[in-house]
T-cell receptor
Framework: GQQVMQIPQYQHVQEGEDFTTYCNSS?????IQWYKQRPGGHPVFLIQ?????EVKKQKRLTFQFGEAKKNSSLHITATQTTDVGTYFC???????????FGQGTRLTINP | NAGVTQTPKFQVLKTGQSMTLQCAQD?????MSWYRQDPGMGLRLIHY???????DQGEVPNGYNVSRSTTEDFPLRLLSAAPSQTSVYFC????????????FGPGTRLTVT
């Protein structure tokens, strides 16, 4: 079964509204990565979090890693039409090499 | 650098046919993997390899074979295509060991009728 759960599956917002997607795991994660896939494109790496409680920012995007290293979130402030796409979290489960992805959150924006 | 390349971009197969999806990377990455993407299912790992001569199964390996004879190439073989294998297939690569970012190819859209 899916080892990394991501919610919501879909989110539709008005341009300028905020957006958040959440990633949860029942097991402790070595790290968490976030990817963005534009419609018709391939996933592109955004960022990686490694430390417990880590917070990183990229312009309007804020990424957080939970204290227990079992959850993470991506928050976009004041969405723009260029933010449209599907956002995936991904993690290497401790003790394994393989990178496992969440189901993704598809973001659509009303201009 | 071309990065990760995949061929073909589109393919239509009949049930029971076999084919190979090609993947190559020119970044000297040890780790390569194959994912399939289906609506609502995200990216599911099919097979992966941590180096030439080493492969392992992912979440959904049934119906697929892989081999890794060189660092650069990681082909995915469908032995007997089934409609359930209709999907978009992505190949990816990264530096092995520490969790470095993963680079994806442009994808192959496969339809099995």
């Amino acid at each position: 079964g899916q080892q990394v759960m991501q919610i919501p599956q879909y989110q539709h917002v008005q341009e300028g509204e905020d957006f958040t997607t959440y990633c949860n795991s029942s097991t402790t994660l070595s790290n968490i990565q976030w990817y963005k896939q534009r419609p018709g494109g391939h996933p592109v790496f955004l960022i990686q979090l490694v430390k417990s409680g880590e917070v990183k920012k990229q312009k309007r995007l804020t990424f957080q890693f939970g204290e227990a290293k079992k959850n993470s979130s991506l928050h976009i402030t004041a969405t723009q039409t260029t933010d449209v796409g599907t956002y995936f979290c991904a993690a290497i489960i401790q003790g394994a090499q393989k990178l496992v992805f969440g189901q993704g959150t598809r973001l659509t924006i009303n201009p | 650098n071309a990065g990760v390349t995949q061929t073909p971009k589109f393919q239509v197969l009949k049930t029971g046919q076999s084919m190979t999806l090609q993947c190559a990377q020119d970044m000297n990455h040890e780790y390569m993997s194959w994912y399939r993407q289906d609506p609502g299912m995200g990216l599911r790992l099919i097979h992966y390899s941590v180096g030439a001569g080493i492969t392992d199964q992912g979440e959904v390996p049934n119906g697929y074979n892989v081999s890794r004879s060189t660092t650069e190439d990681f082909p995915l073989r469908l032995l007997s295509a089934a409609p359930s294998q209709t999907s978009v297939y992505f190949c990816a690569s990264r530096v092995a060991g520490a969790p470095y970012e993963q680079y994806f190819g442009p994808g192959t859209r496969l339809t099995v009728t």
